[in-house]
């Protein structure tokens, strides 16, 4: 399925991060509070909903106003968007399914759900020169540093986000590109691990296949096109809704 990005995997890795992590934590406050409320803030802003999803994200995001939120409430507020038709596609990956049901999956959809956050950070804020440049990414490290459920993974990635300066962003453009550096860093040191899928080996992306123009003469990464090459991939209206029920993201299509 190459670089296409799916409405389902984007569903089903917000339901799981949701149900499987989050409402697993049993009483949410301070710090880890704070960090839902960021996540949830990007989700709302930026994540592809279709039209019966106002008072889902609403409820959530009024829930975590208080002090301290239960982690049953937010399980609770997921099967009723569930049951009321919020969500398109049934809970599944598709192009994040792997080999066995031990490779990729999460792990992957949960990349993509934040690559598709910053690019459309970028796409929906053109003439917002207010925006805040790290408002994703640094949704992203809270929600991995505190709900995470691979404990090991979420050191590394708090352990690269120092290294590499993630506060130090300047910019929407840098945001996206900051992300894909890291995924490739990521990708680069598992390659070859035991979790690695045979079938879907770890490589720098974009491959040379999928976008020579993103490299030099010398095999140089050439940024800009990269960005460009992202921003294709990773746009609202790239994403694909293959076993997606289009009439839950699109009014009208039922009549």
Not at 124 to 152: D, I, W
Request: hydrophobic share 35%; with cysteine; net charge positive.
């Amino acid at each position: 399925m190459g670089d296409a990005v799916f409405q389902m995997d984007l569903e089903t890795s917000l339901r799981y991060a949701l149900l499987r992590e989050v409402s697993t934590t049993k009483v949410i406050k301070g710090e880890q509070l704070a960090a839902l409320r960021a996540f949830l803030n990007v989700i709302k802003k930026y994540f592809p909903f279709g039209y019966n999803s106002t008072s889902f994200i609403n409820n959530l995001t009024n829930l975590t106003s208080s002090d301290e939120v239960q982690g049953v409430q937010v399980q609770v507020l997921v099967q009723q968007a569930d049951d009321s038709g919020v969500f398109s596609t049934p809970q599944r990956f598709l192009g994040c399914q792997g080999s066995a049901n031990r490779f990729r999956g999460y792990p992957c959809s949960l990349w993509r759900l934040f690559h598709y956050l910053t690019v459309n950070s970028v796409l929906l804020n053109v003439s917002n020169r207010k925006a805040n440049p790290v408002e994703v990414l640094g949704a992203m490290h809270g929600y991995v540093k505190h709900f995470f459920s691979c404990s090991h993974c979420s050191e590394h990635f708090q352990k690269m986000a120092a290294e590499r300066n993630l506060t130090s962003v300047s910019s929407l453009e840098e945001s996206v590109l900051w992300l894909w550096e890291a995924h490739n860093v990521v990708n680069k040191r598992l390659k070859g691990d035991t979790t690695e899928d045979p079938e879907y080996p770890k490589e720098q992306f974009p491959t040379r296949l999928r976008c020579p123009e993103c490299y030099g003469e010398d095999g140089a990464w050439k940024k800009k096109e990269v960005l460009k090459y992202l921003k294709r991939m990773y746009g609202r209206y790239s994403v694909r809704y293959v076993g997606s029920d289009t009439k839950v993201l699109f009014p009208g299509l039922d009549r």
